[in-house]
């Protein structure tokens, strides 16, 4: 019977470092997602993304402390790292958990077209009048699942090219009439 015996050079240089790698790739990306998870107000899944980012974590930096002469290791805990920002940042967005404020303000009466196919969503909004630095605006205020939100720019940079335009996060809501429960997928 004979194994498949890995040359200890390779393991050492090659695999170990992408193990690591793929490691902090995965506890980086994870604590990415309870971070923003936190910050949106959703607490029944932080604590659950937490233990398995700290299991991932103590693994990897074992392997390393273990093996603190070997630069490929060090380098690919690095590299992991910085991978696994870019990753969780990815998948957050993904994910689009939460609830967002779209705050418009256009010229005059510039917003009217936008309050109307916001209205035909059933996107609540609120909106009123106000003064720019050089005339009358408009301010309409949307709150938003983020899951609807390209299609609620989409329909802003349709109907107000011109508008100033943000976007907040929100971590909570009271009250109100909130468009998002049916979602702008429905339309």
Request: charged share 15%.
């Amino acid at each position: 019977m004979t194994f498949f015996v890995i040359d200890p050079t390779i393991y050492a240089w090659v695999i170990l470092p992408l193990l690591i790698f793929a490691a902090r790739v995965c506890d980086v990306s994870l604590e990415t997602i309870r971070v923003a998870y936190i910050s949106r107000g959703v607490r029944a899944l932080a604590p659950v993304v937490a233990f398995a980012e700290i299991v991932i974590w103590l693994l990897a930096v074992e392997v390393v402390l273990g093996n603190l002469a070997n630069i490929a290791a060090l380098l690919a805990y690095a590299g992991g790292f910085a991978t696994g920002t870019w990753v969780g940042l990815f998948v957050e967005e993904r994910l689009a958990v939460g609830l967002s404020v779209v705050r418009v303000i256009a010229r005059g009466g510039d917003a009217d077209a936008l309050l109307s196919a916001l209205a035909e969503h059933n996107i609540g909004t609120t909106s009123m009048q106000g003064h720019g630095a050089q005339e009358r605006v408009q301010v309409a205020l949307a709150l938003v699942d983020r899951r609807a939100l390209p299609e609620v720019i989409s329909m802003v940079r349709q109907f107000t090219p011109r508008a100033f335009y943000s976007v907040e996060d929100v971590r909570a809501v009271h009250e109100g009439l909130f468009g998002w429960k049916r979602g702008i997928g429905d339309i």
